[in-house]
């Protein structure tokens, strides 16, 4: 029951029905981590917006993970932070020297499930006339 209870909270976030955040995204993405693992949650080329998240944990363990951006061509790591219960995180664009990034999770304590929908549009955009 707790499992259906955890499960209806994931998406009703990922929806819109239950989050904090202006995010309105149908499309959701739901990973689930284990202690000393590193995930990628996330991979965007040319976009802008935002990534929100929803961590979820067994009652009375810690919701708690580590965040990171890779952001390429350059390769760079940006961190975020460790995050509990819930986040949301810019995409990084050309102000941040970013072509595309991926999203990583990881040093969790206690095995987690992790929720993320994203609002994002096209950053950039080149139009080509052949005459």
């Given at each position: 029951?707790?499992?259906?209870?955890?499960?209806?909270?994931?998406?009703a976030?990922?929806?819109?029905?239950?989050?904090?955040?202006?995010?309105?995204?149908e499309?959701?993405?739901?990973?689930e981590i284990g202690p000393g693992e590193t995930k990628?949650?996330?991979f965007e080329v040319n976009l802008a917006g935002s990534?929100?998240?929803?961590?979820?944990?067994?009652?009375?363990a810690e919701p708690c993970a580590d965040f990171?951006?890779?952001?390429?061509?350059?390769g760079?790591?940006?961190?975020?932070?460790r995050q509990c219960g819930s986040a949301?995180?810019?995409?990084?664009?050309?102000?941040?020297?970013?072509l595309s990034a991926k999203l990583r999770v990881g040093n969790a304590r206690t095995p987690l499930k992790i929720v993320a929908s994203e609002n994002a549009t096209v950053a950039n955009s080149v139009v080509l006339s052949i005459p």
């Open positions: 029951m707790i499992r259906r209870l955890l499960q209806a909270s994931m998406l976030f990922a929806f819109g029905v239950a989050s904090p955040s202006p995010s309105r995204s499309d959701y993405k739901l990973i990628d949650l996330y990534i929100h998240v929803r961590i979820a944990a067994a009652p009375g990171w951006w890779i952001k390429w061509p350059l760079t790591i940006k961190d975020l932070g949301s995180f810019e995409i990084p664009g050309w102000l941040d020297f970013s």
